[in-house]
T-cell receptor
């Protein structure tokens, strides 16, 4: 069966520090991968999605970047965090074709102070 | 692009009553409409979905209706129980694309015993 893991679960970082959140999927190949951010009252905002290795699309202009160095690995990064980057970050995957169902990771809560 | 509006943002019902959450979407090409449930501190999980070739779908106490002409769809929960308390998200997407979902902002449902 397929599983998705992301880490760390919680992170407290000072403004201006770097960020790296990692996500891996097991039990499937060539998945679509996604990073969402969940801020209070704003629902689930799609940040990045990837249909393959080194193929990243950004949905919103922001301080963050994403990379997919391997088929089942998706990384969310920032060189310098802003206060507004605080939130709950969710990695997700879906099958490549003809399905919209998303399977979410456990989430990473980032607090920028 | 697609835009999904969800109402109400909060909903409080008595145990045993019904709850209805409504969503509207803007892109008439959207043809896949899932609903996700997110319990406090946990990841969102799919609870039911509907495709544009049907108008209603039921799964025990949960049902979803779709009106493509009006571009709105609704989640109905009957005989609510305290464990139904959670945040519910509607979403819309065009199947056959990369599977990107556009989410509503969520409804916090509280079921009082």
């Amino acid at each position: 069966s397929q599983t998705i893991h992301q880490w760390p679960a919680t992170l407290v970082q000072p403004v201006g520090s770097p960020l790296s959140l990692e996500c891996t999927v097991e039990g499937t190949s060539n998945p679509n991968l996604y990073w969402y951010r969940q801020a209070a009252g704003r629902g689930l905002q799609l940040l990045f999605y990837s249909i393959g290795i080194d193929q990243i699309s950004s949905e919103v202009p922001q301080n963050l970047s994403a990379s997919r160095p391997q088929d089942r690995q998706f990384i969310l990064s920032s060189k310098k965090l802003l206060l507004s980057d605080s939130g709950f970050y969710l990695c997700a995957w879906s099958l490549t074709r003809n399905t919209g169902e998303l399977f979410f990771g456990e989430g990473s809560r980032l607090t920028v102070l | 692009g697609e835009n999904v509006e969800q109402h109400p943002s909060t909903l409080s019902v008595q145990e045993g009553d019904s709850a209805v959450i409504k969503c509207t979407y803007s892109d008439s090409a959207s043809n896949y409409f899932p609903w996700y449930k997110q319990e406090l501190g946990k990841r969102p999980q799919l609870i039911i979905d509907i495709r544009s070739n049907v108008g209603e779908k039921k799964d025990q106490r949960i049902a979803v209706t779709l009106n493509k002409t009006a571009k709105h769809f609704s989640l109905h929960i009957t005989e609510t129980q305290p464990e139904d308390s959670a945040v519910y998200f509607c979403a819309a997407s065009i199947r056959g694309s990369q599977g990107n979902l556009i989410f509503g902002k969520g409804t916090k449902l509280s079921v009082k015993p």
